[in-house]
Structures are given as structure tokens and as C-alpha cells.
């Protein structure tokens, strides 16, 4: 019998493109997730929530979530991810972590990410135990406009010991239906998606499209302005 107390298997996406993915679960580990704030992390952090508590684990073992102060205005909305994710699962997670590169908001946003995960792991590295997660997917090449927008991905996790990208396979469309799958339309009314502006959606940008295209594959209305 296959010992599944550290891992988890989901199968998620529009009809057409099913798509099956692991969630690693890491046992005596410092875990962490980069909380963007937009709809993949924030399902990704209430999915590590829900699976650890279903293993009979605890919360606790989430040490850190990071937030990264982007020019999107991410540390606005990551509190109040954590706070109804809290809410939905009556549970007690820490405080985001405003955390980030130096000079982060000076990078082009293909590398604010990637910077600030290297910073993270030189400053909290915890004697080896941290384990992040990323919430990051593939890209939908057919959006991308001109090369600024290009979204900065990997076609494969270059430390799996040390980083999760559960969803690293899966387009837009298959995490937008994890939410449904899970009963967390409330994270898509408040999750923030654009990165042109604080509050609301430009709908002009790649983020803003991709998750209109997302919902569109899906057949479902997005309940969400931000």
C-alpha cells in the first residue's frame, strides 16, 4: 500500500484538457508559499491547508507566507486571502511576510519572483528544511502581446527537494477549476489579478486576459472585479 501521507493527487481543467498533477507534501519541513495574491496561490495555499488537515497533519507546519510588494500593489490583498482561507477551514495561519529582492519593484516582473525567491532562501534557509511553493503555470503563448509581457516559467522545477510548482504542467484553465472543484469561489471574488494596477482589472494586460480566457475554456462567469 502506497504511503500517500505526504502527497496528493488531483486531476482538474476543462473537459478536453483533464489534467493530473501531484501536490508534495514534505514531512519535517519549514513550508512556505509565495503568495501572489492572484487566483494559483491562493487556491494552492487553501489546497496545502485542506490536504494537510485531511492527513491528520497540522497547519502549524506552514511557517511562512510570502508576499512580494510588486508595483501590482500584491501586499494590499494577501492578508485578506489569509484571512478567509482562516475563516473557510477555521484555522490560524501566520501573517503574510512582506518579503522580497532588493530593489524588487526596479525588476522587470518577469524577475521579481526569482529574485525574491533566492532572497527568501538566504535569509530564512532554516538549516535546509524550507520548502516553497510556487504557484506558477504554463503559460498561454497565443496572450502574450509583445516580449515584455512574457511571464517568467520553467519547463521544469530545478529544485524539487527545495521548491513545489504542483501546478508547473497546468494552464490557467485547470487552476481557475480547481477552485470550483473546491468550493472557493470566495477567493476568486477577492483575489487580485492585474498587474497594471492596485484595484480592479486594467483587462488590457496579460494577467487580466489570461484569466478571462481561463474562465471563457471553462464555460463558467468569473465572480471576481479584482
Known amino acids: 500500500m502506497i504511503d500517500t501521507s505526504f502527497f496528493s493527487v488531483f486531476t482538474c481543467g476543462p473537459t478536453e484538457d483533464r489534467r493530473s498533477f501531484v501536490l508534495p507534501l514534505p514531512e519535517n519541513r519549514h513550508l512556505a508559499i509565495m503568495l501572489s495574491s492572484g487566483a494559483d496561490s491562493s487556491i494552492l495555499l487553501y489546497m496545502i491547508c485542506s490536504e494537510l488537515i485531511k492527513k491528520g497533519r497540522s497547519v502549524d507546519e506552514i511557517k511562512y507566507i510570502f508576499t512580494v510588494p510588486k508595483t501590482d500593489g500584491a501586499e494590499v490583498h494577501s492578508p485578506g486571502i489569509v484571512a478567509a482561507i482562516n475563516e473557510m477551514l477555521d484555522i490560524n495561519l501566520p501573517a503574510p511576510t512582506i518579503f522580497g529582492a532588493e530593489n524588487v519593484q ?111 475554456q471553462l464555460g463558467k462567469i468569473d465572480p471576481g472585479t479584482n
Open 106 to 216: 526596479e525588476l522587470h516582473h518577469s524577475q521579481q519572483i526569482q529574485q525574491s525567491v533566492r532572497a527568501v532562501f538566504d535569509e530564512y534557509a532554516a538549516g535546509g528544511k524550507l520548502f516553497v511553493y510556487l504557484a506558477d503555470n504554463r503559460e498561454t503563448s497565443e496572450l502574450i502581446l509583445t516580449p515584455e509581457e512574457k511571464p517568467y516559467r520553467v519547463d521544469t522545477n530545478p529544485f524539487p527537494e527545495y521548491l513545489g510548482m504542483p501546478f508547473n504542467e497546468l494552464m490557467k484553465s485547470h487552476t481557475i477549476d480547481l477552485h470550483f472543484m473546491h468550493g472557493t469561489e470566495r477567493l476568486l471574488e477577492i483575489s487580485h489579478t492585474c498587474t497594471q494596477q492596485t484595484y480592479g482589472r486594467c483587462g488590457r494586460c496579460y494577467h487580466c486576459r489570461e484569466r478571462q480566457w481561463a474562465f471563457d
